[in-house]
């Protein structure tokens, strides 16, 4: 599966951006998915989460009651909504897919097909 991801661009504080993740090759229905975000000079974090088949949704504590993930099934895409944003949430993030789930889902090393990174810069 080729994952595209679309979205990033400049916010200030408080303010949203909505980060998607177009699929080709495959549809998402049977792949769990996820966002990872980097930040200069930091490892590669976990930020979000979406669970194939329960439709469950996991966050890093960080973005918790902050970011959402979804699924658009018709658009085979996988949404990233970020709301209340931080001059911390600064980072290129990146979607990522895996066939089924994981459990150790946070670490990077568990999912297998990613994307190029969206650049997200958030001012204060």
């Known amino acids: 599966v080729q994952l595209q991801a679309s979205g990033g661009g400049s916010a200030q504080a408080g303010g949203s951006l909505r980060l998607s993740c177009a699929a080709s090759?495959?549809?998402?229905?049977?792949?769990?998915a996820a966002w990872f975000r980097q930040a200069p000079g930091k490892e590669r974090e976990f930020v979000a989460a979406f669970r194939t088949p329960t439709l469950a949704t996991y966050y890093a504590d960080s973005v918790k009651g902050r970011f959402t993930i979804s699924r658009d099934k018709a658009k085979n895409t996988i949404i990233l909504q970020m709301n209340n944003v931080k001059p911390e949430d600064s980072a290129l993030y990146y979607c990522?897919?895996?066939?089924?789930?994981?459990?150790?889902?946070?670490?990077?090393?568990?999912?297998?097909?990613w994307g190029p990174g969206t650049q997200v810069t958030v001012s204060s």
């Open positions: 090759g495959r549809t998402f229905g049977s792949y769990s």
């Open positions: 990522t897919a895996r066939l089924n789930w994981s459990v150790g889902y946070y670490s990077s090393s568990a999912w297998n097909y």
